[in-house]
T-cell receptor
């Protein structure tokens, strides 16, 4: 079964600084990969996704992520964070095959705090 | 489009009571899912459906039941509520054949006391 690890439970970044949130996955084949963001009391909003092709994917709100097969990683980056980026970020893995559960497997999340 | 809607937003249940969490989507998606989110634990899949009349268990199905009589609706039933079912519940849908992206509802916060 696939699994997702987000090693950082909390990250604090100054406003205007760059950001990188780490995500490692375990899966026997190339999965499809997602980053979601959750603001307090809200549902999950998709930031970006990777299915195939270019390993650097662009998302909404100025975020990007890079798929590195050799490292089984899909790290999320932003060159300059804004106070409104403070939220919970989830990395998720999906299985490409049609059999079994079609739901996503989520990491435990990284809580992003923005310092003024 | 409203996307995925869930009702109620909040609910407090006593141990042993039952309730149904409602989920509706207006995107004509075949695939629908129920997740629960516990603090610090991410989301875990409870049940999913690949179309009307077809449902299957996810990772944590015990204590829950689902049905899918229409494409739009995917209610989650809690029978004999227990404190361990205190959680935030999210419904999601996807047009898996096209994008695999899952669209989430705003969630239902359930407390069982």
């Amino acid at each position: 079964a696939q699994s997702v690890t987000q090693p950082d439970i909390h990250i604090t970044v100054s406003e205007g600084a760059s950001l990188e949130l780490r995500c490692n996955y375990s899966y026997g084949a190339t999965p499809y990969l997602f980053w979601y963001v959750q603001s307090p009391g809200q549902g999950l909003q998709l930031l970006l996704k990777y299915f195939s092709g270019d390993t650097l994917v662009q998302g909404i709100k100025g975020f990007e992520a890079e798929f590195k097969r050799s490292q089984s990683s899909f790290n999320l980056r932003k060159p300059s964070v804004h106070w409104s980026d403070a939220a919970e970020y989830f990395c998720a893995v999906g299985v490409r095959s049609g059999g079994g559960a079609d739901g996503l497997t989520f990491g435990k999340g990284t809580h992003l705090i923005i310092q003024p | 489009n409203a996307g995925v809607t869930q009702t109620p937003k909040f609910r407090i249940l006593k141990i042993g009571q039952s309730m149904t969490l409602q989920c509706t989507q207006d995107m004509n998606h075949n695939y629908m899912y129920w997740y629960r989110q516990d603090p610090g634990m991410g989301l875990k899949l409870i049940y999913y459906s690949v179309g009307a009349g077809i449902t299957d268990k996810g990772e944590v199905p015990n204590g829950y039941n689902v049905s899918r009589s229409t494409t739009e609706d995917f209610p989650l039933r809690l029978e004999l509520a227990a404190p361990s079912q205190t959680s935030v519940y999210f419904c999601a849908s996807s047009d898996r054949d096209y994008s695999y992206e899952q669209y989430f509802g705003p969630g239902t916060r359930l407390t069982v006391t």
